[in-house]
């Protein structure tokens, strides 16, 4: 394998990891709650805001700001979860929440307009040394925000799975997912574990975000890409799978380095949308999720 590809499948799989971890919050809020949130794209792009005025007005290293701006991001969570869509949520316990669906929607482009109207359309990018710097192995060159972004989301990845299989808040995390009837008479309170769930998948987008930021300028539309590609991420590696965010994040981000040597970016771009057809077609549990008999 020559050095080219080789720098583009390790770079694809650094871009990937943080594509995976944008996708975590969202896996866990469907798996959980059984809806799609289609204002995750737009709480990415507040959460790149938020870290981008700790690191200009603050004076923060962008790493400092991820902590940071994921405790802003699970109390912005656990609220609209509380306040606005628990609301929705339960006039519509005894069927699809279509509502709900409707009504991030609605978030979703009403945060978008709102940050274009509060900031400007112009983009925004962290001025720090850090940002810049590059590690040179042979013929191979990597930033530091990538390699950052890659060891964080492997760690935060591994940290919530285990968080779920081995903590007692997280397995009724999981028995509220898997049936929440069952587990409303084992006396697990479901809507706590809702807003629960919603806040910890904002926070880890939070720590997104902050990642996200010295790579991409952050602009009110910013998130619209990357929401997108964090749904077809969720549904590649498996719908509600924590690990399969992960790992589908790193198929799509290989797939978009690689691909474009060999192919236009565009077509490149094509070809992840194309693996996302196939998968719903032939496989509507993800390359990672568990079939249902």
Known sequence: ???????????????????????????????????????????????????????????????LTAPLTAAVLFVVGYACQRWLIDAIYRKEISREPIGVLIFTTGLWIFMDY?????????????????????LV??????????????????????????FLRYTRTGRAIRATGQDREAAGVLGIDSARVYQLSFAIGLGILGVAGALLLPLYPANPFVGDTFGMRAFVIVVLGGIGSVAGAFWGGIIVGVLESVGSQLIPVTYAEALI????????????????GVENE
């Open 273 to 288: 949308f194309l693996l996302f057809l196939a998968v719903m077609y032939f496989r509507p549990s993800g390359l990672f």
């Open 114 to 134: 709102g940050f274009l109207a509060l900031v400007g359309p112009d983009s925004r990018s962290v001025d720090s040394p850090w940002a810049n710097e590059v």
């Open 137 to 162: 192995m042979g013929d191979l060159i990597f930033t530091y925000p990538q390699l950052a972004g890659l060891l964080f989301a492997a760690l935060i990845t591994a940290g919530l799975v285990a």
């Open 1 to 63: 394998m020559s050095s080219t590809y080789l720098q583009a499948l390790l770079s694809g799989i650094a871009s990937g990891a943080i594509y995976g971890l944008i996708a975590l919050g969202l896996s866990l809020q469907f798996g959980v709650m059984k809806i799609i949130n289609f204002a995750h794209g737009s709480f990415l792009m507040m959460a790149m805001y938020v870290s981008y005025a700790l690191a200009t007005q603050a004076g923060l290293h962008p790493l």
